[in-house]
Structure formats: structure tokens, C-alpha cells
């Protein structure tokens, strides 16, 4: 895997994302919309600690949207733009490419947490207190690994079909709900809990959620950390065995086209 | 002339389901909304600390309208000028506004299906009680709603002729139908001006009526009616108007696009 590719291509891919308008809108004006609403939707509800709510679960939602609205279509993106046969044949390998790509965007897409922060700081007067920064910091860098590797699961699934477009819309809110971005899971029924629970967002997200309130219990910490990064590495894996299928697929059939 | 209208409403709807099967098209146009319906529910549920949905059920599944209004309808210059037809449309001798009907009609319908599907997830998922409402006049008020929110629909259409930023200005304009109509939140509890901003929108006056349908007492059920209809007229006329300003524009310098 070469480092120069993968800047390269995280370095254009961020330059294409932010030309989209549809991208815009995920990067800047859903996290400020959605923060207004559930800002609204949160300020009566008695809990001292709901900007966490409304600031981490803005910030993810717009994360999670300009994931679903870009990382998860670009292959078939440059399927459209006559460019897909182009970076799998170049010597430059596949799936290094579609990770810088990946990369790109979920790093430009970390912008929705600040814009979100600075929101809720700018209209309400009610800034987000980080309890403990340090802890953040692990929680934020898990949690942008978690969401690459979910991206390139996703990413490939959506290659073998030419209904990108639908299944990008279908997958937006399901997971916000089943990760719990803007209320704890618990709220969830037990039998769609244990579902939460086999997502590594649910996980990231917590962890977020837990060292923005403070981290009161380390051991707790970093077992969800542990657990987030076992589930990271098990979708990595499936990552990998997908892209290898679809080499293979490709090479078989003599077509980057789907059915 | 009505077989024809008829005709070219089931052209376009065949259009727009082609590339889908029987069960995904369903999925996309019933399944995703009633997802969105429970998870803005769930939120509600949580954030207001109340087991009494009823007000988030009424206004969510009015919501529901928005994909098909919204993005169906919003996007129909959009649409023409991608398949070529719109040199044909604005050139032509006949009438303009039962074109643009006629490709609002399946959408509406499915507005209606999503809506009143919308109402029984409600009362299955969080135990609405229908017991007391008089039904014909819940079926009056989606109805109002719906025709309301497709006018809507159809003056945002005319500004896909002004522009090339056509997702960019739905999604932004769904989120904002989110935040003024009621259905998430109070409208009391907007600032004044927010308030103002929330009766110029359509919905809101059918989300209030049908709370009052629920909850006699909450305002006068027919006057709220009237209002919600004569929003739509008022968005209908503007449609025409904006689009008869496009149509002299697009013939006197030969341009079918304004931007």
C-alpha cells in the first residue's frame, strides 16, 4: 500500500466531495439544521446533560449522512464517470485507492461535530463542557476508524448493485436509530437492542458520549474501546474478503458493470 | 384530455419505478418513511419524557408526505431536463399546469398511502387511540394536507429551472418543515419570528387541526382547515406564476435553464 497514493487520493476525493451540493448539505447545513432540532426538541426534556445529545448527535448524524451520501456511493460514482476501470487497472492497488477515498471524506466529514459544537454555541449561548479530553480523544479517533471501515463494508456492498442510489437513502436513518446517535439505546426494545449492539457505532458513539459527560468509570471505558476495536478489526476482515470476491468477480466475468 | 392525464400520470410513474422491483419501490416509498416516523418518535419519546405520542404521531406521519411532495415532486424540471424533455415542454403550445399535475399525481397518492400507514404504525408501535376521532374527518385533513404539501411541491419544482442545486434546496427545505410545522416540536415554542415563518408554511395548519380532531379544544378544527387549503392555493398560484416568469424568460433569450 503506498502512503502517496492514499494522500493523493484522500486530497482529491476532499476537493470532488466539498464540488457536490449534496455534500454541502450533509457537511454544513444538516449538522446546523439538525441541531436546531433536536436543541428544540431537547431543551424541555429536564436532563442537565442533553447538549451531548444535541451537539454529538447532530455532529454524528451529519458524519454518518455525508457517509452514506458519498463514501458509500463512490464506486459506483466512478462507475458513472466512465473512471472505475481506469483506477482498477491502475498500478496503483484497488482498494488503496477506494481508502484514501474513504479516508477523505470521513476526515472532511468530521467537520459536522465543529460545526455542529459551534451551533449550538453561536444560537443557544450553550456551549458542550468535554469532561475528559483525553478520553475524547481515544473515542474520537476509534470512532473515525469504526466509521472507514464501516464505509468500506458498505461501499462494497453497494458496488454490486446498480441501486446505489435507494439503498444509500435506506441506510441513513436505520443506523442512526439502531446506534442510538441521538438517544441512549436503552430506549430500544430488547430484541432490537441486541442488533445495536452487533453495530460498531453504537459503541463509538457511547464512548464519545461517556467522556464529553466524564468518564467516571475507566474500566467501563475501555471495554467498550476493546469491544469497538475487535468489532473494527471483524468488518475490516469482511472488508477485505469482499473486495477480494469482487476482484475475482471482475476478473472472471471481464466486467466492471453489474447485473 | 383526461385519458391523457391519466396517461401521462401513469407514464410518469412507470418512469420513475423502472429501475426498482415491486417490493423495493413499496420499501422506498412506505418503508423508509414509517423508519423515520418511529425514530423522530422514539426521540420525542425520550427528549419530552412522555409515553403519549399521539401529537409526534400526527405530525410525523404528515411528514411523511415530504418524500413524495417534496423530492417527487421538487425534482421534476430536474428530471425533465435530464431526460432531454424539457426543450419540448417549454416550447410546446399546450397547457403547462397539467403536465406538472400529472406528474404530481402517483406521488400524492403515495403521500396519502405513506400518511395513513404512518397512522396505524403509530397507533400499533405507540398505541395512538382512534376510539374517539371521527375518521371521515381525519381522511378529510390528510387529504388537505397532502394536496397542501404537493402545491408546495410543485412551486419548489419551478425553482429546479433557477438553479442546479435542486437536492441541496429539498433537503434543506424538508428539515425546515421538520422545525416550523409543529410536528417535532410545539410551534409556541419558536421565537416570534419563527412562529410567523411557521404559518407560511403548508402542514402546519393540518398538523394543528388533526391535534384538535384528537384533543377537541386545541383550536377551531374547520378554520384551521381553510387556512391549510388556502396555503396550498396561495403555493399553487406562485407555482404558476413563478413558472409563466421562467417561461417568457426561457423564450425571450432561448435558454431553457435561468442559472
Same mark, same amino acid.
Request: proline letters at 4%; one cysteine or more; hydrophobic letters at 55%.
Given at each position: 500500500?503506498?502512503?502517496?497514493?492514499?494522500?493523493?487520493?484522500?486530497?482529491?476525493?476532499?476537493?470532488?466531495?466539498?464540488?457536490?451540493?449534496?455534500?454541502?448539505?450533509?457537511?454544513?447545513?444538516?449538522?446546523?439544521?439538525?441541531?436546531?432540532?433536536?436543541?428544540?426538541?431537547?431543551?424541555?426534556?429536564?436532563?442537565?446533560?442533553?447538549?451531548?445529545?444535541?451537539?454529538?448527535?447532530?455532529?454524528?448524524?451529519?458524519?454518518?449522512?455525508?457517509?452514506?451520501?458519498?463514501?458509500?456511493?463512490?464506486?459506483?460514482?466512478?462507475?458513472?464517470?466512465?473512471?472505475?476501470?481506469?483506477?482498477?487497472?491502475?498500478? /496503483?492497488?484497488?482498494?488503496?485507492?477506494?481508502?484514501?477515498?474513504?479516508?477523505?471524506?470521513?476526515?472532511?466529514?468530521?467537520?459536522?461535530?465543529?460545526?455542529?459544537?459551534?451551533?449550538?454555541?453561536?444560537?443557544?449561548?450553550?456551549?458542550?463542557?468535554?469532561?475528559?479530553?483525553?478520553?475524547?480523544?481515544?473515542?474520537?479517533?476509534?470512532?473515525?476508524?469504526?466509521?472507514?471501515?464501516?464505509?468500506?463494508?458498505?461501499?462494497?456492498?453497494?458496488?454490486?448493485?446498480?441501486?446505489?442510489?435507494?439503498?444509500?437513502?435506506?441506510?441513513?436513518?436505520?443506523?442512526?436509530?439502531?446506534?442510538?446517535?441521538?438517544?441512549?439505546?436503552?430506549?430500544?426494545?430488547?430484541?432490537?437492542?441486541?442488533?445495536?449492539?452487533?453495530?460498531?457505532?453504537?459503541?463509538?458513539?457511547?464512548?464519545?458520549?461517556?467522556?464529553?459527560?466524564?468518564?467516571?468509570?475507566?474500566?467501563?471505558?475501555?471495554?467498550?474501546?476493546?469491544?469497538?476495536?475487535?468489532?473494527? /478489526?471483524?468488518?475490516?476482515?469482511?472488508?477485505?474478503?469482499?473486495?477480494?470476491?469482487?476482484?475475482?468477480?471482475?476478473?472472471?466475468?471481464?466486467?466492471?458493470?453489474?447485473? | 384530455?383526461?385519458?391523457?392525464?391519466?396517461?401521462?400520470?401513469?407514464?410518469?410513474?412507470?418512469?420513475?419505478?423502472?429501475?426498482?422491483?415491486?417490493?423495493?419501490?413499496?420499501?422506498?416509498?412506505?418503508?423508509?418513511?414509517?423508519?423515520?416516523?418511529?425514530?423522530?418518535?422514539?426521540?420525542?419519546?425520550?427528549?419530552?419524557?412522555?409515553?403519549?405520542?399521539? &401529537?409526534?404521531?400526527?405530525?410525523?406521519?404528515?411528514?411523511?408526505?415530504?418524500?413524495?411532495?417534496?423530492?417527487?415532486?421538487?425534482?421534476?424540471?430536474?428530471?425533465?431536463?435530464?431526460?432531454?424533455?424539457?426543450? &419540448?415542454?417549454?416550447?410546446?403550445?399546450?397547457?403547462?399546469?397539467?403536465?406538472?399535475?400529472?406528474?404530481?399525481?402517483?406521488?400524492?397518492?403515495?403521500?396519502?398511502?405513506?400518511?395513513?400507514?404512518? =397512522?396505524?404504525?403509530?397507533?400499533?408501535? =405507540?398505541?395512538?387511540?382512534? &376510539?374517539?376521532?371521527?375518521?371521515?374527518?381525519?381522511?378529510?385533513?390528510?387529504?388537505?394536507?397532502?394536496?397542501?404539501?404537493?402545491?408546495?411541491?410543485?412551486?419548489? &419544482?419551478?425553482?429546479?429551472?433557477?438553479?442546479?442545486?435542486?437536492?441541496?434546496?429539498?433537503?434543506?427545505?424538508?428539515?425546515?418543515?421538520?422545525?416550523?410545522?409543529?410536528?417535532? =416540536?410545539?410551534?409556541?415554542?419558536?421565537?416570534?419570528?419563527?412562529?410567523?415563518?411557521?404559518?407560511?408554511?403548508?402542514?402546519?395548519?393540518?398538523?394543528?387541526?388533526?391535534?384538535?380532531?384528537?384533543?377537541?379544544?386545541?383550536?377551531?378544527?374547520?378554520?384551521?382547515?381553510?387556512?391549510?387549503?388556502?396555503?396550498?392555493?396561495?403555493?399553487?398560484?406562485?407555482?404558476?406564476?413563478?413558472?409563466? =416568469?421562467?417561461?417568457?424568460?426561457?423564450?425571450?433569450?432561448?435558454?431553457?435553464?435561468?442559472?
Amino acid at each position: 500500500m503506498s502512503l502517496a497514493v492514499l494522500l493523493a487520493t484522500m486530497r482529491v476525493q476532499m476537493k470532488q466531495s466539498f464540488a457536490r451540493p449534496m455534500f454541502r448539505f450533509c457537511l454544513i447545513a444538516n449538522p446546523i439544521l439538525n441541531t436546531v432540532l433536536l436543541y428544540e426538541m431537547y431543551r424541555g426534556s429536564g436532563e442537565e446533560s442533553f447538549m451531548a445529545y444535541v451537539v454529538l448527535g447532530a455532529g454524528l448524524m451529519g458524519l454518518w449522512s455525508c457517509i452514506c451520501f458519498s463514501s458509500a456511493g463512490d464506486i459506483n460514482r466512478e462507475r458513472y464517470s466512465g473512471t472505475l476501470a481506469l483506477i482498477f487497472v491502475a498500478p /496503483a492497488s484497488f482498494p488503496t485507492i477506494i481508502l484514501g477515498k474513504i479516508i477523505g471524506n470521513t476526515l472532511l466529514s468530521l467537520l459536522t461535530l465543529g460545526i455542529s459544537l459551534v451551533t449550538a454555541a453561536v444560537l443557544f449561548r450553550t456551549p458542550l463542557m468535554l469532561e475528559s479530553p483525553l478520553y475524547f480523544l481515544f473515542a474520537l479517533l476509534a470512532a473515525v476508524a469504526a466509521f472507514v471501515v464501516i464505509s468500506s463494508v458498505v461501499a462494497c456492498l453497494l458496488t454490486l448493485s446498480r441501486k446505489t442510489e435507494l439503498y444509500m437513502n435506506c441506510i441513513e436513518i436505520p443506523i442512526i436509530l439502531l446506534c442510538g446517535f441521538v438517544f441512549p439505546v436503552s430506549v430500544l426494545p430488547a430484541a432490537v437492542r441486541a442488533v445495536s449492539y452487533a453495530l460498531s457505532p453504537t459503541y463509538a458513539v457511547e464512548l464519545l458520549r461517556m467522556s464529553v459527560w466524564g468518564v467516571e468509570e475507566p474500566a467501563a471505558f475501555w471495554q467498550k474501546l476493546g469491544i469497538l476495536l475487535g468489532l473494527t /478489526a471483524l468488518y475490516a476482515v469482511l472488508s477485505a474478503l469482499l473486495y477480494r470476491r469482487i476482484d475475482r468477480r471482475v476478473r472472471v466475468a471481464a466486467t466492471l458493470e453489474v447485473a | 384530455m383526461l385519458r391523457r392525464f391519466f396517461d401521462q400520470a401513469y407514464l410518469y410513474h412507470k418512469g420513475r419505478r423502472a429501475a426498482f422491483k415491486a417490493e423495493e419501490f413499496i420499501f422506498h416509498q412506505l418503508g423508509y418513511p414509517l423508519v423515520t416516523l418511529i425514530f423522530y418518535c422514539l426521540i420525542a419519546s425520550y427528549s419530552f419524557r412522555t409515553t403519549n405520542l399521539t &401529537s409526534w404521531v400526527i405530525g410525523n406521519a404528515f411528514l411523511l408526505c415530504t418524500n413524495a411532495c417534496i423530492f417527487g415532486l421538487g425534482n421534476i424540471f430536474v428530471g425533465e431536463r435530464y431526460y432531454g424533455r424539457l426543450r &419540448s415542454i417549454i416550447a410546446s403550445p399546450c397547457a403547462k399546469l397539467p403536465l406538472i399535475l400529472a406528474n404530481g399525481l402517483f406521488p400524492a397518492l403515495f403521500a396519502v398511502c405513506a400518511s395513513v400507514c404512518g =397512522f396505524l404504525v403509530g397507533a400499533w408501535v =405507540f398505541g395512538v387511540d382512534f &376510539s374517539g376521532v371521527d375518521l371521515g374527518l381525519a381522511a378529510l385533513t390528510i387529504f388537505c394536507a397532502m394536496a397542501s404539501a404537493a402545491c408546495f411541491g410543485l412551486f419548489l &419544482s419551478v425553482f429546479g429551472l433557477m438553479n442546479d442545486s435542486m437536492h441541496l434546496i429539498l433537503n434543506v427545505v424538508s428539515y425546515l418543515m421538520m422545525i416550523f410545522t409543529g410536528a417535532e =416540536f410545539p410551534v409556541a415554542q419558536l421565537p416570534p419570528v419563527g412562529q410567523a415563518v411557521a404559518q407560511l408554511m403548508p402542514l402546519t395548519k393540518a398538523i394543528a387541526a388533526m391535534n384538535a380532531l384528537f384533543e377537541p379544544g386545541q383550536g377551531s378544527f374547520w378554520l384551521l382547515l381553510l387556512a391549510e387549503l388556502a396555503t396550498g392555493a396561495a403555493y399553487a398560484l406562485l407555482a404558476r406564476a413563478v413558472f409563466g =416568469f421562467a417561461e417568457r424568460s426561457a423564450r425571450r433569450s432561448g435558454r431553457f435553464d435561468m442559472f
